[in-house]
């Protein structure tokens, strides 16, 4: 072929090529989603928390089976490295997880591979050094304010007890050592509170529950706070609440789901709007940016749930002003 010809058979084609290039479907994204439900259960019309995650990334374009893989794992806490290194050998685009101790473990295991989570205050924990502009490749959203939400909490509980004076903290041996525990326990002595530990042991099964429960001196606590360690305690959530009830003592926790199954009253975040802020993070990165740049969000809302069901069956009398400042109150 002369080059005449070939040039010119070559610019003939050239639409073609561009248009056949054009419709070429663009690669499809994978998520890596660690949280506490079960692996089966994280899909739409089955946990709530997951359908609403799922959702929202649908209405941001992104489908799983269509442009988008999912791929999921539970936590389980006596296996956080373990996951961390599973997760992190898929190579996915984006990992999603709950719980400041799993994105320290993921952080831990790639310093690459963009991490968007739901955790408690990240600077206290040493998962950033800034909010504004994060660094690094983890990003997210905090569910607390700080320590001044387990202060609240705490407030709250009192103004809920009469005279309270000695408050079990349940939590793991890693909350109650760790800048967690710390900050309930500078919260009680401000409040003129005694802090009992309630520890909980790996891998926090209903027998390790039990366990800690029946170790507890009923007879000297008059109130119990639940750490906000959602992978520890999330999935004993119908048993811990049996506990608490059998041991007939007031509780506040830090998600709402306990109180809707029993519990006395939580000081919780907004649950969906910090799932819809972590999606919209997680978008973001999809379409190029950078998880350093992207500002790890802190809960604006929060919300007081009231069972005065559960009071009444406490013999407690709920102060008006309590309930009247009750974002939810449950009959």
């Not at 209405?59 to 791929?71: K, P, S, T």
């Not at 199954?261 to 973001?284: K, P, T, W």
């Not at 809302?301 to 013999?315: H, M, S």
Request: glycine letters at 8%.
């Amino acid at each position: 072929m002369k080059r005449r010809d070939f040039l010119f058979a070559a610019a003939m084609l050239a639409p073609a090529m561009r248009q056949a290039s054009a419709q070429q479907p663009a690669p499809k994204k994978r998520l890596a989603v660690i949280g506490a439900a079960k692996v089966e259960d994280m899909r739409i019309g089955r946990e709530p928390n997951s359908s609403t995650f799922l959702e929202e990334l649908q209405r941001l374009g992104y489908v799983e089976g269509g442009n988008l893989i999912v791929d999921r794992w539970q936590l389980q806490p006596g296996r956080l490295e373990e996951i961390a290194r599973e997760v992190v050998d898929t190579r996915p685009d984006v990992i999603a997880c709950q719980g400041t101790p799993m994105t320290l473990r993921l952080k831990a295991a790639t310093t690459t591979i963009p991490i968007v989570a739901a955790t408690g205050d990240p600077i206290r924990f040493g998962l950033v050094s800034n909010l504004a502009r994060p660094g690094g490749n983890v990003t997210g959203v905090s569910v607390d304010a700080g320590i001044e939400v387990w202060a609240k909490r705490l407030e709250l509980l009192s103004s809920a007890v009469p005279k309270l004076h000695n408050v079990v903290f349940v939590s793991s041996e890693g909350a109650w050592t760790g800048a967690g525990g710390q900050a309930v326990r500078d919260a009680a002595q401000k409040l003129g509170i005694s802090l009992v530990r309630g520890i909980v042991s790996s891998p926090y099964g209903e027998a390790e529950f039990r366990s800690a429960f029946s170790s507890l001196q009923r007879d000297q606590l008059d109130g119990l706070i639940l750490s906000d360690e959602g992978q520890v305690h999330v999935p004993r959530k119908p048993l811990l609440v049996q506990l608490i009830q059998q041991m007939r003592l007031p509780a506040i926790y830090p998600y709402t789901v306990f109180v809707e199954a029993g519990g006395l009253m939580s000081y919780a975040s907004d649950v969906e709007s910090v799932i819809h802020r972590q999606v919209a993070q997680i978008v973001e990165i999809f379409r190029g940016a950078n998880p350093g740049d992207i500002p790890y969000s802190q809960a604006v809302r929060f919300d007081l749930v009231v069972n005065l069901k559960t009071a009444k069956e406490l013999g407690l009398e709920m102060p008006a002003a309590l309930v009247a400042a009750a974002t939810t109150v449950i009959e």
